[in-house]
């Protein structure tokens, strides 16, 4: 299949954020997820955990909670504002502060006409949504001590909100407490902090606390059913099913924790509250846990997404890693990489060597170690929303909200170390739509294609110390998702917000055809080495290679795109990147975040159900596949000139060792 002489890239420090909030939306089918830099992830579950769209966060932002309503979402923090998030554009639509300071938790009525928010003040403030709107509408009598948790009754006008020491309802008519719970204390003087709250349709409140118990309350007659010492530290979040015969509870004790609503054989009249299942499937704190159809999901400062899918009498279990796509971009023709941070990029010179081995997996001595050349700050407090390099190295570009920045690098070799020049080539901002989340260099690098999220595609043109913009189209009235260069350089790819594939030519301006619709949303696409053709992977893993000039799938697609294993589309983990050997144009290399595989087209396809991504299976020379699963967690995988491979790795153990420390437990035998 072909030897390659590897750069292999551990120096790249990514860190995800750790996951505040889960809110599920059961008829869009979408997942949205906040992190703890204000950004907030649209995932679409039932396609494979494809990540949709990405909100960017602020550095003034906190997103402490998030409702959906419809397709409108909600998002409240520390600011003490209500936000409504446009998912088109991505960007605030509209905000309405509460006037009673910093906002903790977030919920709506039945109905989905009004919001109800706990603030630090001690108020629960409504706000209106109705006819599209989000407007301050009143406050509720002030409380002693903040409002940390809130559940609004399905039916009967009542909140119930959880503060300090005290659970209280609240008449949504007359805005005034009509009863209050008390917790005990664990420890005298100690208080006790009720963390979360549920309420279902009978009245029965669920509350979980800092005493480390999950409580069912008689919220009719203000009484304790039954209390559970579930967890050996706070309660952070529970979360009930639609059916409310089932409640998951988890916290700075990351244990997952079940309860069941049973009916014993008595009859009716001795239903309870009962201790289920435990699962073990975190180490850090559990910040938030959300029911879905077929599967609970519970995340926190872990950073991943954790799903726990019951059957029968096992617990199957999986975890969700996300690397974002874009965030590591290659200049072939220099050897340089470029990384991307939150608010930082990272040029380096890739490490050269003369040497070759027969031997596999052998370190050669290098001549040239690698090198950074440059670090670029953004200005302020700015988030990079994407950014490029171009290809003979000459140009360097990124994007924030407001801004779009270009650079010339210059770097002079000559020396030991390398003298490095960057200057900046002035903007005109005249014409330019920004914020930008797409942004690719020609291979010239005399252009650079970018695209807002909103549908508008634009043509900046880059001339010696000045660039401006040249052409705009907005032919995408659903917005872009995605966007490929081809190495020609007259065309470009577009996934629309509706996940059509448009070949448009930059040339004349001219959207050349739609690619057939595929019932899967593509996950990533590139085109060939030529240009010749356009190679989608979506997110069922399915592959298509499509042809560009005849307009229609190649011969190769039409016959083996569907015949490839079974195994090959139950893989947990999905293509998320698509690159080509330069040496031999019959080679496909898909990348996915845990291994690599080679497709050879020239091939013939394995029958249907053979299992050829089993561990003790040894591919063989006829082979159409082969695998490579010698790096734990890839962030980038790219083919470069003659036999040089690039891969990026991030260890999971380097994620895990930025975390901060675990709760600490004392374990059998210490």
């Keep these: 299949m072909g030897e390659f002489r590897v750069h292999h890239v551990r120096f790249f420090e990514y860190q ?70 446009d998912l088109l554009s991505l960007e605030p639509k509209n905000s309405e502060p509460c006037n009673a300071g910093a906002i903790w938790c977030l919920t709506k009525n039945f109905t989905g006409t009004r919001l109800a928010a706990g603030t630090e003040d001690g108020c629960v403030v409504l706000f209106d949504i109705e006819m599209g709107q989000l407007k301050y509408l009143q406050s509720f009598g002030k409380q ?49 902090i009720v963390w979360c709250l549920a309420i279902t ?39 009930i099913n639609e059916e409310e015969d089932c409640v998951f509870s988890s916290g700075v004790d990351p244990l997952l924790v079940g309860f069941e609503f049973v009916t014993t054989k008595s009859g009716v009249g001795n239903q309870h509250w009962v201790q289920s299942t435990t699962e073990n499937i975190h180490k850090h704190d559990v910040r938030a846990v959300c029911f879905l159809p077929n599967c609970i999901v519970s995340a926190g400062i872990g950073t991943n997404l ?45 490490g050269h060597t003369n040497f070759t081995s027969e031997k596999d997996g052998e370190i050669l001595p290098l001549r040239s170690n690698p090198v950074k050349l440059l670090q670029l700050k953004c200005k302020g407090q700015a988030t990079i929303l994407c950014c490029g390099i171009s290809n003979n190295g000459n140009h360097i570009a990124y994007c924030d909200e407001h801004n779009l920045r270009i650079y010339q690098l210059s770097v002079d070799e000559e020396n030991y170390t390398p003298k490095v020049e960057l200057t900046k080539i002035t903007m005109a901002r005249e014409d330019l739509r920004v914020p930008i989340h797409h942004l690719e260099f020609t291979p010239d690098g005399r252009f650079i294609v970018t695209a807002t999220a909103s549908g508008y595609l634009q043509l900046t043109e880059i001339n010696e110390d000045r660039a401006h913009v040249a052409n705009t189209f907005n032919v995408f009235a659903d917005g872009i998702t995605m966007l490929t260069m081809s190495p020609t350089g007259n065309c470009i790819a577009v996934v629309s917000g509706d996940h059509t594939i448009s070949i448009l030519n930059i040339t004349n301006n001219r959207i050349e055809c739609n690619l057939p619709k595929y019932d899967h949303p593509p996950r990533t696409l590139r085109f060939s080495p030529s240009g010749e053709d356009l190679v989608i992977a979506y997110s069922n893993n399915m592959i298509f290679e499509f042809d560009v000039d005849k307009k229609e799938y190649t011969t190769w697609s039409r016959r083996e795109s569907r015949r490839f294993p079974n195994q090959w589309f139950k893989r947990q983990n999905k293509v998320c990147r698509i690159t080509f050997d330069p040496r031999n144009d019959d080679h496909l290399v898909l990348q996915d975040n845990m291994a690599f595989v080679i497709v050879d087209k020239s091939k013939t396809m394995p029958e249907k159900k053979k299992r050829i991504f089993e561990k003790w299976y040894k591919p063989k020379k006829e082979d159409a596949f082969h695998q490579c699963k010698k790096y734990n967690f890839l962030v980038y995988v790219e083919l470069l000139e003659d036999d040089w491979m690039l891969i990026v790795e991030r260890t999971p153990l380097a994620i895990l060792n930025n975390l901060p420390a675990t709760l600490k437990q004392k374990k059998f035998g210490t």
């Design 16 to 85: 995800p954020k750790p996951i505040h909030c889960l809110a599920y939306e059961k008829n869009n089918k979408q997942l949205a997820v906040s992190r703890s830099d204000g950004s907030i992830e649209i995932w679409l579950p039932e396609s494979d955990w494809l990540l949709e769209k990405v909100i960017s966060g602020r550095s003034e932002q906190s997103v402490e909670a998030i409702v959906w309503q419809g397709k409108r979402l909600f998002t409240a923090g520390l600011g003490g504002d209500v936000t409504e998030h």
């Design 144 to 192: 002693e001590g903040r409002i940390i948790s809130i559940a609004w009754h399905t039916q009967e006008g009542v909140i119930v909100t959880g503060g300090v020491d005290n659970i209280r309802l609240w008449s949504v008519k007359s805005g005034q407490a009509i009863q209050r719970l008390t917790l005990g204390h664990q420890q005298e003087n100690q208080e006790t």
């Design 201 to 239: 349709s009978n009245m029965t409140i669920i509350s979980g606390d800092s005493r480390g118990k999950t409580c069912f309350w008689n919220g009719r007659q203000g009484t304790l059913i039954k209390s559970f010492s579930s967890h050996k530290a706070d309660v952070l979040t529970l979360s």
């Design 306 to 350: 954790c799903l726990t899918q019951r059957r029968r009498d096992e617990t199957i279990s999986k975890r969700i890693a996300h690397i974002p796509q874009n965030i590591v971009h290659v200049a072939k023709e220099k050897k340089m990489v470029m990384l991307r941070y939150t608010d930082y990029l990272e040029v380096w010179k890739l």
